[in-house]
């Protein structure tokens, strides 16, 4: 199976706390990608980081990428009570256009 | 910021009966995607479209399901005889080549009786 498997499943933390979410995958990719979902909405873009790539930055978030260990990791910090929804990893097997998403994170975050 | 629009928000339909999901696409971008979440799931890929034909399908895709573009701006999705198997949320997506970031509409939940 291509499909990418992250952890934990769920994630509760107070606001102010950092959150990671990992996630593994079984295929070479071009790049991999982290989307989130509030309950009942569409999938938001957050950060895509190539497969040359070890480490990226936007805002908030962290993503690192290890090739050799096919995985990656999503760092929120200092998170806030708007960050609570579904996290997902998503990855372009090979030269497909297609993206073949992770099963989720659910992160809660509490005041 | 433009964004992927799709309607209906919600869809009930009988079992059999054909239903056409709408997207329209953010308009530079020229690939588009369908995909679906059934309740509690993961989503999944079923099909890709770019210069007007299929890129990629999934096997889920099968021959109840085609796409179409039938003007400048919209995308279909047609299930041909719905199932109740059908019931999930439906995403569409867009973007400006193949190997970045895809945009997402909200999804049409479509409810299979």
């Known amino acids: 199976s291509q499909q990418g498997e992250e952890d934990p499943q769920a994630l509760s933390i107070q606001e102010g706390e950092n959150a990671t979410m990992n996630c593994s995958y079984k295929t070479s990719i071009n790049n991999l990608q982290w989307y989130r979902q509030n309950s009942g909405r569409g999938l938001v873009h957050l950060i895509l980081?190539?497969?040359?790539?070890r480490e990226k930055h936007s805002g908030r978030l962290r993503v690192t990428l290890d090739t050799s260990k096919k995985s990656s990791s999503l760092l929120i910090t200092a998170s806030r009570a708007a960050d609570t929804a579904s996290y997902f990893c998503a990855f372009r097997p090979g030269t497909a256009s297609k993206l073949t998403f992770g099963t989720g994170t659910r992160l809660q975050v509490t005041l | 910021e433009p964004e992927v629009t799709q309607t209906p928000s919600h869809q009930v339909t009988q079992m059999g009966q054909e239903v056409i999901l709408r997207c329209v696409p953010i308009s530079n971008h020229l690939y588009f995607y369908w995909y679906r979440q059934i309740l509690g799931q993961k989503v999944e890929f079923l099909v890709s479209f770019y210069n007007n034909e299929i890129s990629e399908k999934s096997e889920i895709f099968d021959d109840q399901f085609s796409v179409e573009r039938p003007d400048g701006s919209n995308f279909t999705l047609k299930i041909r005889s719905t199932k109740l198997e059908d019931s999930a949320m439906y995403f569409c997506a867009s973007s400006e080549e193949g190997q970045v970031a895809q945009h997402f509409g909200d999804g049409t939940r479509l409810s299979i009786l």
């Open positions: 980081i190539r497969s040359n790539e």
